[in-house]
């Protein structure tokens, strides 16, 4: 008998409910139901969760890729990260400028194995050395220009469990709209924004400064590695976040047995979440 699978997407934790929730929420559907195809396909969790994140990167709704906000200095600089729950190997980049899929460049240092993080111009020059597509850094730019209006959250992530009972996680943003340029949020911070060991997956969103003060996504991870169940070590820790820190946070985990939460104490996130069996949520 085949074990379980499932995947769970975020679009952003934001402040308040605006225009383009409901097509947040498409999208978030149609992430997940790619990463599910691919674990449909037995494909691992870690192909999975990064097919899930290119195509809310490649959507322009999202704060991540195309969709991606402008820092003070007019430009788009983005972080990613990704992990791998089977073993602990991870990839990251931070303030990395005219590549469009960062998680895929993420991946690419997750595989190449010498390195964690990479930032900047050195995890561009990586890029063009790995084979990951380029654009010009102004490309990105006018997209995100047309996106301003749009809600200081937005960043895009995805947990899954495949049919091996294997986790991962990865999450993409463009980080806060006029953050200081060289500024790196939790996104790209393996404990902070993502986390993936054999007890749990994790990715998160809000307000990077206060999410990387309590280490959030490995908090949750510790806390169901101790045995507590994912809805409570979630509450619990987005609870913590918000007592000490006074920031707005949220975050999806999955658990090995496949058990999925999702909490935040922002006005609203979108997620979608999709299982083996034919489980489906889709909710703001
Ligand atoms: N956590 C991201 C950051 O601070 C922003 C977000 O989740 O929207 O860079």
Not at 42 to 55: I, N
Not at 185 to 196: M, R
Not at 225 to 242: I, K, S, T
């Amino acid at each position: 008998m085949q074990r379980p699978y499932a995947i769970v997407v975020h679009g952003g934790a934001g402040p308040h409910r605006s225009g383009g929730l409901a097509e947040r929420m498409q999208g978030c559907e149609t992430a997940a139901a790619r990463g599910l195809e691919v674990l449909q396909n037995r494909g691992s969790a870690l192909d999975a969760v990064q097919a899930a994140v290119v195509v809310l990167e490649d959507h322009p709704l999202f704060n991540a890729g195309r969709g991606a906000p402008l820092n003070a200095a007019g430009e788009v600089e983005l972080d990613a990260s990704i992990m791998d729950g089977r073993d602990l190997r991870a990839g990251a980049v931070a303030a990395v400028q005219g590549v469009p899929n960062p998680v895929a460049l993420a991946r690419a240092v997750l595989e190449d194995g010498r390195h964690v993080l990479l930032a900047g111009d050195g995890a561009r020059a990586f890029a063009r050395q790995h084979g990951v597509a380029l654009c010009d850094p102004g490309d990105l730019v006018s997209d995100a220009q047309r996106q301003r209006w749009r809600e200081r959250f937005g960043t895009v992530g995805a947990v899954a469990l495949d049919a091996r009972g294997f986790l991962a996680a990865a999450t993409s943003t463009g980080g806060l709209f006029g953050k200081l340029p060289g500024r790196i949020g939790d996104s790209a911070l393996i404990g902070s924004g993502t986390y993936a060991d054999a007890s749990a997956a994790v990715s998160c969103t809000g307000h990077g400064e206060a999410i990387i003060r309590v280490v959030l996504a490995k908090l949750v991870c510790d806390h169901i590695g101790a045995g507590e169940a994912p809805g409570a070590a979630a509450r619990e820790a987005v609870d913590r976040l918000g007592a000490r820190t006074a920031g707005e946070a949220g975050l999806i985990v999955l658990d090995r047995s496949g058990r999925a939460a999702w909490v935040t104490n922002a006005a609203h996130m979108p997620i979608c979440w999709l299982d083996s069996s034919g489980g489906r949520v889709v909710e703001a």
